[in-house]
């Protein structure tokens, strides 16, 4: 069981490049989020997902797209990458909407 | 939308010391609060949750209080120890209305020297 997983765990990218981040989760969660972390703001919420083929935005949706096209895969994507984007990606899932949130390792990105 | 604010940013305390977070929210629908605790370099685990219609959580040497009126709750570790030092987030969520959205505090990073 191997919970909640990220790929990539670092990346570099230069301004203007794409990419994009998967978070695969094994435990037949229906909510999925995607959280950026930066130093004094906390966790803020990007997108999430409340169950296959669903999208929608969270608090800093902005230069960022997603995709739910399986239940246990959510993916993160970045069109053009920009240095503001330079953050750490957290994915989390659980069952419900209280409970346990079950984070991955997160993913450091830096854009240069 | 929501707003949580969390105080104080940095928090030194002494081994055996009492520590305590304070958090404040803005939506009076919230009625979820949990606290993650992340150690360096590691990903969020929660520690401890309270709904709204409780007014005080413990387990072991921690417990989170909620006081609905004046919007606010804290996080109290007792009897610190060193394995107590990371970051602390607080967080509040209206649940079913918000699909689990959770809103997080800015973080508390608490040291506890030996």
């Known amino acids: 069981n191997a919970g909640v997983t990220q790929t990539p765990k670092f990346r570099v990218l230069k301004t203007g490049q794409s990419m994009t981040l998967l978070c695969a989760q094994d435990?037949?969660?229906?909510?999925m989020y995607w959280y950026r972390q930066d130093p004094g703001m906390g966790l803020r919420l990007i997108h999430y997902s409340v169950g296959e083929g669903t999208t929608a935005k969270g608090e800093v949706p902005d230069g960022y797209n997603v995709s739910r096209l399986k239940k246990q895969n959510f993916l993160l994507g970045l069109e053009s990458a920009a240095p503001s984007q330079t953050s750490v990606y957290f994915c989390?899932?659980?069952?419900?909407?209280?409970?346990?949130?079950?984070f991955g390792e997160g993913s450091r990105l830096t854009v240069l | 939308g929501e707003n949580v604010e969390q105080h104080p940013s940095t928090l030194s305390v002494q081994e055996g010391d009492s520590a305590v977070i304070k958090c404040t929210y803005s939506?009076?629908?919230?009625?979820?609060f949990p606290w993650y605790k992340q150690e360096l370099g590691k990903r969020p685990q929660l520690i401890i949750d309270i709904r709204s219609n409780v007014g005080e959580k413990k387990d072991q040497r921690i417990a989170v209080t909620l006081n609905k009126t004046a919007k606010h709750f804290s996080l109290h570790i007792t009897e610190t120890q060193p394995e107590d030092s990371a970051v602390y987030f607080c967080a509040a969520s209206m649940g079913g209305t918000s699909y689990g959205k959770l809103t997080f505090g800015q973080g508390t990073i608490l040291t506890v020297h030996p």
């Open positions: 435990m037949n969660h229906e909510y």
């Open positions: 989390a899932s659980r069952w419900g909407v209280t409970g346990e949130l079950f």
């Open positions: 939506d009076s629908a919230s009625n979820y």
